[in-house]
């Protein structure tokens, strides 16, 4: 291919050298929760260093679509641990963003959005853990360059105007959607699992198993992108839908990505399971795990833990 | 460009699994080689009949259909060379059956190797082809590209796995090809012609693969060797032995500086390395085969012999192999590590010789070159370091390529041991295999009389892969 620079992207220049030092191996891909939730290669790390390559050479036109591939992405860096090369891609698309921004584009893909119907309260611009909301003529903004999509201020957000409007599976309405799919379709189903997306969910597991393995499931995994985030909603659906229990993991409180996730998690089930008491239910069927970033083998103990406590509670009467 | 009629794709996929943006389609026309080109649309079948039915037009609209499983192929296998649909193979995932008593599974073609062997886990069972890219490389993939491992020195090739698969013709047809069982001698083996076809001959949409216990006892050693000659020595009488290696791997002294260089993993910076591996279900046994290579090792003028039963120190062993492909990308920012020339096999009596053709080529045309590989299975790889910006690298690794592939053709070699000819390899493949090209030729456009499943590849490539297609790296005017 011969060059032909679009003068334009001059932060993402800076990354000419790393994009041709990725070698396209695809490692990254199957990590990723855009991937895994859409299917699409073309959703996928490697296909998004690729459209960078292609912005910044000029090979690939500039239009919403290939601007959109840079502003999706909930930054939480599953590629990078996962990349054979070394390759920091969520640098590089911040730097792709910093030039579209500064080209006009916007997105807002993961980048959450506040609709005109906004109270100004201000709770989310104090709740922002990266500082990318903030108070102006407009009313509240967010920074696309520096959201990192992590959902707290949707969830904090009484007026329910702060919105994430591409949210590839992992907010309030996917996640009541798959759990009480999965509690209407498997009558062995006892329990949902919540897992923040940094501290740790199954990587692999993209292929589908086969129905003889899949039909007799106790719990089945949900992953969310902070367990700061979980609405009420969303984590007492499945008690309304005959679950027996619903389990959280977040991360250690000095290891959150978005500041205090861990603390907020923690907070949220302390009240829900009050609430659960009030109901004659008992609390311990709602309960939160801290998992360090990638510890299988605890994720995994934890939740047989959690699913023989069910099985001597019992069903929910 | 011949006329694609989308709304016929519509018909058969459904709007949400076809794709025309170019934003896209862009990223589709890349894998792990140094091509690009731009497929015209990307569809998702989610079953066989959808297979059938896009076939049956492509066929007769006489447009080009590439099959794609994770795209993680190095030679340009699913570059669209001539535009066409792009067959997105990784949405038929389902594993349909693991069969313990008859000790075969049957698998859809997107199904990710890592995935099957997580599943097999379970029943005590792996499958062993497992190429390093077995987190991605989806079994569709592995098929077509014959795909094999560090492990394939004793337990085989994806050719070795396989016993029967159901395939869609180029045409439409579906045909069931193989059997159930271990042995089959009913006629002409046409699955395994479909093996190594690299989605030139039929896609498949249903594999029936072979796999084996896990063994109990799993133990690996290193030793340390200052000529390359003696490590290559040790590797043919390895083999010879008796000892079956379970992994038999070599790295040479420039793969050892790079580990070090940016890893600053503090290796002996030695001419070669081999790592050897044995296992099994009897302690007694294991430790005899790895005490023979041991043995063999230290009679060829093997140092720093180590071995461990022990996963920890067994990774720690491996660990410069593991970050080998790190370091070559971050061995200089200018340098890209890039796949060509990568994966040929030679006699083992010339591995060692191989390699040092490799280094002398590489010095000889100003490029940086490692020699590190499945020795075992007679397989070398290599990476080549360059300058991609810089057209005059371009032309040094043309050179250096066309040098090491005579060298390799001179020794009874063949051209690639694991990874295909596609685009990238095409050249030599065509000098390796000229008496048989006409019939390649005819077999192909005997099941796919109007060249529209993967064209343009194998014997049919162009022979300078640098102009072949676009390069997927910016090189300057
Ligand atoms: C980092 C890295 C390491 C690697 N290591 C190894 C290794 O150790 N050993 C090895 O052998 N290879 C290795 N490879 C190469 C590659 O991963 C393998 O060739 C793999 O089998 C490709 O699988 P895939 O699903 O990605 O196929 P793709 O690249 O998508 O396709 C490969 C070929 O298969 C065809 N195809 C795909 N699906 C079907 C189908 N259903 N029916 C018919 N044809 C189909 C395509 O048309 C194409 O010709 C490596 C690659 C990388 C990037
Ligand atoms: S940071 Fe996460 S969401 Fe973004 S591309 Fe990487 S894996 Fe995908
Ligand atoms: S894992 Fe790293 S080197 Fe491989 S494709 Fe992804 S970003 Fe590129
Ligand atoms: S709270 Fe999270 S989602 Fe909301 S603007 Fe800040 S970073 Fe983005």
Not at chain 1, 53 to 64: A, D, K, M, Q
Not at chain 1, 282 to 290: A, C, F, I, S, T
Not at chain 2, 77 to 83: D, N
Request: net charge negative.
């Amino acid at each position: 291919m011969e060059t032909k620079k679009a003068t334009r992207f001059n932060h993402l220049q800076k990354w000419e050298s790393t994009l041709a030092a990725c070698i396209r191996c695809g490692y990254c891909f199957e990590h990723c929760p855009l991937f895994k939730f859409t299917g699409w290669e073309s959703d996928a790390p490697r296909a998004k260093l690729i459209t960078a390559f292609g912005l910044l050479s000029g090979e690939l036109e500039l239009s919403e679509t290939s601007a959109d591939k840079m502003f999706n992405c909930f930054y939480c860096r599953r590629c990078e641990a996962a990349c054979s090369s070394g390759v920091t891609l969520t640098d590089v698309f911040t730097d792709a963003k910093k030039d579209l921004v500064e080209m006009g584009y916007t997105g807002p893909g993961t980048t959450s959005i506040t609709e005109p119907y906004c109270a100004q309260c201000l709770l989310c611009v104090q709740s922002c853990p990266h500082e990318a909301r903030s108070h102006g003529e407009n009313g509240i903004e967010t920074d696309p360059v520096k959201c990192q999509s992590c959902g707290i201020c949707v969830e904090i957000c009484p007026a329910e105007a702060a919105k994430i409007v591409h949210t590839f599976g992992t907010g309030k309405a996917d996640l009541i959607d798959a759990s009480n799919r999965f509690l209407d379709t498997h009558t062995s189903a006892k329990a949902i699992v919540f897992a923040c997306n940094w501290s740790y969910y199954p990587d692999l597991q993209a292929s589908r198993l086969p129905e003889s393995e899949t039909h007799d499931r106790d719990y089945e995994i949900y992953v969310n992108m902070c367990a700061g985030r979980l609405e009420t909603e969303t984590l007492m659906a499945p008690f309304i839908n005959h679950a027996w229990g619903v389990l959280v993991s977040c991360c250690p409180e000095d290891d959150c990505q978005h500041k205090d996730g861990g603390k907020r998690a923690k907070k949220q089930v302390a009240r829900l399971q009050s609430i659960l008491k009030s109901l004659d239910i008992d609390p311990e069927r709602l309960q939160v795990v801290e998992i360090p970033n990638g510890d299988k083998t605890l994720f995994q103990a934890e939740i047989d833990t959690f699913i023989d406590r069910l099985n001597a509670l019992g069903p929910i009467t | 460009m011949k006329r694609m009629d989308v709304s016929k794709l519509r018909e058969i996929f459904g709007e949400q699994n076809i794709k025309t943006d170019p934003s896209d389609l862009y990223s589709f026309g890349s894998d792990s080689s140094v091509h690009h080109a731009m497929p015209w649309a990307v569809v998702r079948p989610d079953n066989t009949e959808q297979v059938q039915k896009l076939m049956v037009y492509a066929n007769q609209a006489l447009i080009p259909v590439i099959p794609r499983g994770g795209g993680s192929g190095m030679c340009g296998q699913t570059v669209p060379i001539q535009g066409g649909i792009v067959l997105d193979m990784k949405h038929m995932n389902r594993i349909l059956e693991i069969n313990l008593p008859d000790v075969y599974c049957r698998v859809e073609p997107g199904v990710v190797d890592d995935d099957l062997n997580l599943a097999l886990k379970s029943y005590g069972m792996f499958y062993p082809p497992t190429p390093a890219s077995s987190r991605i490389a989806t079994i569709g993939g592995e098929i077509a590209n014959n795909a094999s491992g560090v492990r394939s020195v004793k337990y085989g090739a994806t050719r070795d796995a396989v016993l029967g698969m159901k395939v869609v013709l180029p045409t439409g047809e579906l045909v069931t090809l193989g059997a159930h069982t271990r042995v089959e001698a009913t006629g002409y083996q046409l699955h395994k012609l479909m093996v190594g076809s690299e989605g030139t001959l039929g896609i498949v949409v249903e594999a029936t693969l072979n796999f084996v216990p896990i063994p109990e006892y799993r133990c690996m050693g290193i030793a340390n060797f200052d000529h390359l000659s003696d490590a290559g020595a040790a590797i043919g009488e390895i083999m010879a032995s008796g000892a079956i290696p379970s992994m038999l791997e070599l790295v040479d002294s420039v793969a050892i500086k790079a580990v070090n260089k940016t890893m600053n993993l503090g290796l002996k910076e030695v001419a070669a390395s081999l790592i050897f591996e044995a296992d099994g279900m009897v302690k007694e046994a294991v430790d005899y085969e790895i005490n023979k290579m041991k043995e063999i090792c230290k009679k060829h003028r093997g140092s720093d012999i180590t071995t461990s039963y022990d996963p920890k120190e067994r990774a720690k062993i491996f660990m410069g192999r593991k970050k080998l492909f790190p370091a070559l990308s971050k061995y200089d920012d200018c340098l890209s590590s890039t796949s060509l020339a990568d994966d040929m096999a030679v006699p083992y009596s010339k591995m060692a010789e191989m390699a040092g053709k490799i280094h002398e080529v590489a010095e000889k045309n100003n490029i940086i070159m490692t020699a590190y590989g499945h020795c075992g299975s007679g397989c070398m790889h290599t990476k080549i370091l360059m300058d991609t910006k810089q057209p005059e690298q371009w032309a040094s690794a043309r050179k250096a390529i066309t040098e090491i592939y005579e060298y390799v053709r001179s020794v009874n070699g063949t051209t690639s041991a694991e990874h295909g000819i596609g685009l990238s390899k095409a050249a030599s493949f065509k000098v390796e295999k000229a008496d048989s090209l006409k019939l390649l030729q005819t077999i192909k456009l005997a099941l796919d009389p109007n060249n529209i499943l993967n064209p343009g590849k194998l014997m049919q490539a162009p022979d300078d892969w640098v102009t072949a297609t676009g390069l997927r790296y910016a090189v300057n005017n």
